[in-house]
């Protein structure tokens, strides 16, 4: 059974920064690519980054450019996403996916995680 997990969400204010992870169960995270998605309640879903399997990095959102980056672990069993200068506008529900893919695409992901919440706020 495919399941991701994502944790590390919490209050932050803004300007500081905040890292998120995934982890998975079912599937070898290592050979897949995985993706961020966050989502504001009331709006739809933005895909914000993605990591291939070979560590190739996709940026989907202008708004995390410069800001937010995506990694691996070393070993590999673990996505971070870390989040820099986090903004007010960052608050929002954020979710680790994938769809079994090597390659970051604008395929629509199979599995999510339950997400975590980031709040951005003094």
């Known amino acids: 059974q495919v399941q991701l997990v994502e944790s590390g969400g919490g209050l932050v204010q803004p300007g500081g920064s905040l890292r998120l992870s995934c982890t998975a169960s079912?599937?070898?995270?290592?050979?897949?690519?995985i993706g961020w998605v966050r989502q504001v309640p009331g709006k739809e879903r933005e895909r914000i980054l993605c990591?291939?399997?070979?560590?190739?990095?996709?940026v989907y959102s202008d708004s995390v450019k410069g800001r937010f980056t995506i990694s691996r672990d070393i070993a590999k069993t673990m996505v971070y996403l870390q989040m820099n200068r986090v903004e007010t506008e960052d608050t929002a529900i954020y979710y680790c996916?994938?769809?079994?893919?090597?390659?970051?695409?604008?395929?629509?992901?199979?599995?999510w995680g339950q997400g975590t919440q980031v709040t951005v706020s003094t």
């Open positions: 990591i291939s399997r070979s560590g190739g990095v996709t």
């Open positions: 079912g599937f070898t995270l290592a050979n897949y690519a």
């Open positions: 996916a994938t769809s079994l893919q090597t390659l970051c695409t604008q395929r629509a992901y199979d599995y």
